[in-house]
């Protein structure tokens, strides 16, 4: 048993926070909104994944990089947290191309 990719995602978790902070994109944004968008992604997720396990069509794979810890039968503790990371990358890009597009036409000017 390994925390290897536990550790991993965990970090990576981190240096979304990080970014979020620095660029105000999703958490530093609006707390509330940002919780709510990101527990009914991750719930949504979960549910998919529970659905796949309990079709038969997901399973768990064994790997000496992870923990062994179940959340429910087939569901590594490590998903939970990859979903979480998934959503608040996925927050974070959909922000921060925001940011860029609208630093972008800011500075374009109207068109002639």
Do not use: H, K
């Not at 000496?64 to 590594?76: D, H, I, K, V």
């Not at 998903?79 to 998934?86: D, G, R, V, Y």
């Amino acid at each position: 048993m390994t925390f290897a990719y536990l550790i991993t995602l965990l970090l990576s978790i981190g240096a979304m926070v990080l970014l979020d902070r620095r660029f105000r994109l999703f958490f530093w944004r609006g707390p509330a909104r940002a919780a709510i968008v990101l527990g009914v992604g991750l719930a949504m997720f979960l549910a998919w994944d529970l659905a796949g396990i309990g079709l038969g069509i997901f399973y768990r794979g064994e790997t000496t990089l992870m923990t062994g810890l179940q959340l429910a039968p087939e569901l590594p503790v490590e998903e939970f947290f990859f979903l979480a990371f998934l959503c608040y990358l996925t927050m974070n890009a959909v922000q921060g191309a925001r940011l860029l597009l609208g630093a972008r036409a800011a500075t374009a000017g109207p068109d002639l």
